[in-house]
C-alpha cells in the first residue's frame, strides 16, 4: 500500500521558515517524481513544486520560486520543502503527492501539513 | 504559463442523471507521444484529492467506469454517466506536460 506521511506544518511569522518533509512507504521511491501541492483556505489546488526520481531536475511555481527549496533523500524515502521568506499568503494545507506517468502529477496524495503564517 | 479554465464552476446534479466538466487550456497539451497531458482529480469534502483521470482518458486504478475522459489539444471534458451522491466534492484538471504544472480552477458538484 502507498502511503504517503507528511509533517512539519505549523504557526511561522511573516518571513520566517520553515522545512516540511513528506515520509513514503509502499513503493520504489526513486522511481517516481514528487510535487508538493498547496490549498489555502477555501480556495483551490495549487501546484507549488515537483522533482524527478532522481532529483536532478526540480521545478517551481513562480510564486514560491527564489524562496522554496524543493530536495529528496532516496536513501531515506523522504521528500522535503524548505520554506523561507514565508508570506501571509503562503497559509495553506500542503499535500505531497506521487506522480504516475510524469514528474508531476498526483497518482497518490497524503492527508496534508497545514502551514499558518501569522504574527 | 499553461492557464487552464473550468466550466461550470459549480454544478447541481439530480442523482441517476448524467454530468459533464469542461476543461481548456491555454496550450496544446498534446504531447510529440500522441497522449494528451490532462489528468482529472476530485477532492470529496474534508478529504485529499485522488486521480479519476490519466492521460485525458485514462481511468484510474478503482475509478468506477461512470467516469470517463475525452477531448484533445486544448478541450477536454469528464464525464458522469449517471452522477451518485458519493460523487459531491470539488472536480479539477490540471496539465502536468509543462512546468509550472497548473490546475483549473475547480467544479464543485451537488447533489439536488
Known amino acids: 500500500e502507498v502511503r504517503l506521511v507528511e509533517s512539519g506544518g505549523g504557526l511561522i511569522q511573516p518571513g520566517g521558515s520553515l522545512r516540511l518533509s513528506c515520509e513514503a512507504s509502499?513503493?520504489?521511491?526513486?522511481?517516481?517524481?514528487l510535487s508538493w501541492v498547496r490549498q489555502g483556505p477555501g480556495k483551490g489546488l495549487e501546484w507549488v513544486s515537483a522533482?524527478?526520481?532522481?532529483?536532478?531536475?526540480?521545478y517551481y511555481a513562480d510564486s514560491v520560486k527564489g524562496r522554496f527549496t524543493i530536495s529528496r533523500d532516496n536513501s531515506k524515502d523522504t521528500l522535503f520543502l524548505q520554506m523561507d521568506t514565508l508570506r501571509a499568503e503562503d497559509t495553506a494545507l500542503y499535500y505531497c503527492?506521487?506522480?504516475?506517468?510524469?514528474?508531476?502529477?498526483?497518482?497518490?496524495w497524503g492527508q496534508g501539513t497545514l502551514v499558518t503564517v501569522s504574527s | 504559463d499553461i492557464v487552464m479554465t473550468q466550466s461550470p464552476l459549480s454544478l447541481a446534479v439530480t442523482p441517476g442523471e448524467p454530468a459533464s466538466i469542461s476543461c481548456r487550456s491555454s496550450?496544446?497539451?498534446?504531447?510529440?507521444?500522441?497522449?494528451?497531458?490532462v489528468d482529472w482529480y476530485l477532492q470529496k469534502p474534508g478529504q485529499s484529492p485522488h486521480l479519476l483521470i490519466y492521460?485525458?482518458?485514462i481511468r484510474a486504478s478503482g475509478v468506477p467506469d461512470r467516469f470517463s475522459g475525452s477531448g484533445s489539444g486544448t478541450d477536454f471534458t469528464l464525464k458522469i454517466s449517471r452522477v451518485e451522491a458519493e460523487d459531491v466534492g470539488v472536480y479539477y484538471c490540471?496539465?502536468?506536460?509543462?512546468?509550472?504544472?497548473?490546475f483549473g480552477p475547480g467544479t464543485k458538484v451537488d447533489i439536488k
Open positions: 503527492a506521487r506522480a504516475g506517468y510524469n514528474t508531476a502529477g498526483g497518482t497518490y
Open positions: 509502499g513503493f520504489n521511491f526513486s522511481n517516481y517524481g
Open positions: 522533482i524527478s526520481g532522481s532529483g536532478g531536475r526540480t
Open positions: 496550450q496544446s497539451l498534446l504531447h510529440s507521444n500522441g497522449y494528451n497531458y
Open positions: 492521460l485525458g482518458s
Open positions: 490540471m496539465q502536468p506536460l509543462q512546468s509550472p504544472f497548473t
